[in-house]
């Protein structure tokens, strides 16, 4: 798979347990950038991977229109294509940030329009098989959650195999 950009919110509660997770599955996606957040909520993703100044600048004012978003991550769920996710609760803000970003950038759908209109916010944690059920995912994170987070990071982020970084990043609700 080729490599391509996300403009994601960090988790950096969760950044160590998915961090050890990814490392699991593919060590070649785990990042020798300190700021990259392997722990994340993607807002849109895919994103244009070189974007113009006037598009940086968009997604700073966004950036800088959203305030800090709180959410606690508690229930575990699976998505038909064996995606294991957290659900943030609530979700009504992360939505609105998606949605003004599709609204600014209508070339870039959620995950490329995979997944419809209206996406569901998420962190990935984990990956279905004959091993993996949502059961032993949950057992894993037994100690680790509930939690509740501040979300307070939009990056720009690169993911390629053996060059994951971070491109762009904005402060949530930063004021000039």
Known sequence: MPGHSVLQLPVVALEGWVRERTTHYDAGFVSADPRFAHAHITALGPFDPSPPPATLAAIAGLAAGTAPIRVRLADLAQFPNGIIHLVPDP????????????????????????????????????AASAEVTLDSTAALLAD???????????????????????????????TG
């Open 91 to 126: 979700d009504d803000r992360l939505r609105d940030l998606t949605g003004r970003l599709v609204a600014a950038f209508p070339g870039w759908p959620p995950y490329g329009g995979a997944f419809g209109d209206d996406p569901q916010p998420h962190l990935t944690v984990d």
């Open 144 to 174: 680790v959650v509930p939690v509740d987070v501040l979300l307070d990071r939009l990056q720009l982020a690169w993911w390629e195999s053996g060059d994951c970084h971070v491109l762009h990043e904005w402060p949530l609700g930063a």
